[in-house]
């Protein structure tokens, strides 16, 4: 299964990618991980906040796998444990489908593609910076995958 997670991002510092690829490079070939960074809209003020987060969800749709799950990050989304996360990658890994996992950029996600989003999932109840969100979900991956093979790096 191959997760892709495109995220509404200007260019992310150097310890983020590192961070994000550190957990990355944990995941075993059947759960592969990659990063999408897409462009946030340029703000002039001669657009609506409606019609940036629109121009955004063209390109998020752009970087996501044909026939992917759709998983959009919301801070409405429902809140998983980590035992609740890892049964949830065990179905996904089960269906067989490959997953896409969208994060907003400042202004969230276009209601549309909330709406068009098999699940909508919330990290957490805090506001976390953008940038800082892909290495928070790459390693809650890596952790839902150890608990689901016994790995030792979850210790619950």
């Given amino acids: ?20 690829r550190e957990y990355a490079k944990r995941l075993p070939p059947q759960l592969s991980l990659a990063l999408s960074e897409v462009a946030p809209v340029a703000r002039d003020g001669s657009q609506s906040v409606a019609s940036s987060r629109r121009r955004e969800a063209e390109r998020l749709r752009a970087a996501i796998p044909k026939g992917a799950c759709l998983i959009a990050l919301d801070q ?3 809140q998983w444990s980590t035992a609740e996360l890892a049964a949830q ?11 896409a996992l969208l994060v907003d950029g400042a202004d969230g996600l276009d209601p549309a593609l909330i709406e068009s989003a098999e ?10 910076p953008h940038a800082l969100v892909p290495v928070v ?7 839902a995958w150890s608990l689901l093979n016994r790995h030792p790096y979850h210790r619950a």
């Fill in 1 to 20: 299964m191959r997760v892709v997670l495109a995220a509404v991002v200007k260019r992310s510092p150097d310890w983020i990618r590192e961070g994000f």
């Fill in 76 to 78: 409405n989304g429902c």
């Fill in 89 to 99: 990658l065990e179905r996904w890994m089960q269906e067989g489908r490959d997953l």
């Fill in 137 to 143: 979900l790459a390693e809650q991956l890596y952790r």
């Fill in 119 to 128: 699940h909508v999932w919330s990290l957490s109840r805090l506001t976390l």
